[in-house]
């Protein structure tokens, strides 16, 4: 039985002010049965780290470098994330491959490094509409999985959870359909279960891309999806507690 994860992504959103307020509405009557992560851009962790402390939410990153330390001015490495205490830490995120240039490589190597420390990467993965009006878009994710679960090898395995996050329906208020995404989850079930099928069976498969409160509980609602990646309604403490409610 896979527990649900909801992770809320808040961007380059925030300030040391509505950050506290945000963390302080989230956690006051918070009920789900779902695990609840937010990730907060990196300079604020401490914070997060501070008031969620004790409480039944998880922070975690946006992104992260491969590298441990050194000369890499601007990154935040495994080791620091470590440091602070997060769980989980986002790669892959459509906006840092199309606006950062990151390549499936660059991201398996994240994935990599996060392993070793002890923290779940949430692998995000997902086509363009260009890619889906062409038929692609499971030969595009296919190819995201496989790279990382290649160089990943079968040891780094034990636990990761995948977001499948079409581009078109991130921050566009479109969602895929259940339907849609019941079927993109399912196959990437089956592409895990090609390596290994207890890292199938245990793996979460969450959703991204445009949902909330309205929209999650049926799609939470297919069995292969098992929670959600929410950006823009996870910058308000009510709709991103609908959604951890919804999730059971
Ligand atoms: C995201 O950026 O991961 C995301 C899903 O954004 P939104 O919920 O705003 O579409």
């Given at each position: 039985m896979r527990q649900p994860l909801v992770a809320g992504n808040w961007k380059m959103n925030g300030s040391s002010q509505s950050i506290r307020e945000l963390l302080d509405g989230i956690v006051s009557g918070l009920e789900s049965k779902a695990e609840v992560l937010v990730c907060p851009p990196a300079i604020y962790i401490q914070q997060a780290r501070e008031m969620l402390s004790g409480t039944a939410v998880k922070w975690g990153l946006q992104n992260v470098s491969d590298k441990a330390s050194g000369a890499f001015t601007g990154e935040t490495s495994p080791l620091m994330a470590k440091d602070l205490d997060c769980k989980y830490v986002i790669i892959g995120h459509s906006e840092r491959r199309s606006i950062f240039g990151e390549t499936d490589k660059d991201v398996a190597a994240k994935f990599c490094a996060l392993v070793d420390?002890?923290?779940?990467?949430?692998?995000?993965?997902?086509?363009?509409?260009?890619?889906?009006?062409?038929?692609?878009?499971?030969?595009?994710?296919?190819?995201?999985?496989?790279?990382?679960?290649?160089?990943?090898?079968?040891?780094?395995?034990?636990?990761?959870?995948?977001?499948?996050?079409?581009?078109?329906?991130?921050?566009?208020?479109?969602?895929?359909?259940?339907?849609?995404?019941?079927?993109?989850?399912?196959?990437?079930?089956?592409?895990?279960?090609?390596?290994?099928?207890?890292?199938?069976?245990?793996?979460?498969?969450?959703?991204?891309?445009?949902?909330?409160?309205?929209?999650?509980?049926?799609?939470?609602?297919?069995?292969?999806?098992?929670?959600?990646?929410?950006?823009?309604?996870?910058?308000?403490?009510?709709?991103?507690?609908?959604?951890?409610?919804?999730?059971?």
């Open positions: 420390q002890g923290i779940v990467p949430i692998l995000c993965v997902g086509e363009t509409l260009e890619e889906r009006e062409a038929g692609t878009t499971m030969k595009v994710v296919e190819k995201q999985i496989e790279t990382v679960l290649q160089e990943a090898g079968s040891n780094r395995l034990g636990n990761f959870v995948i977001a499948y996050e079409p581009v078109w329906a991130i921050g566009t208020g479109l969602t895929a359909t259940p339907e849609q995404a019941q079927e993109v989850h399912a196959a990437i079930r089956e592409l895990l279960s090609r390596t290994d099928e207890s890292v199938a069976q245990k793996t979460r498969i969450l959703y991204g891309g445009s949902m909330k409160a309205a929209n999650a509980a049926e799609l939470m609602a297919n069995p292969d999806v098992d929670g959600g990646l929410i950006g823009g309604a996870s910058l308000v403490a009510e709709d991103f507690k609908a959604i951890c409610h919804a999730a059971g």
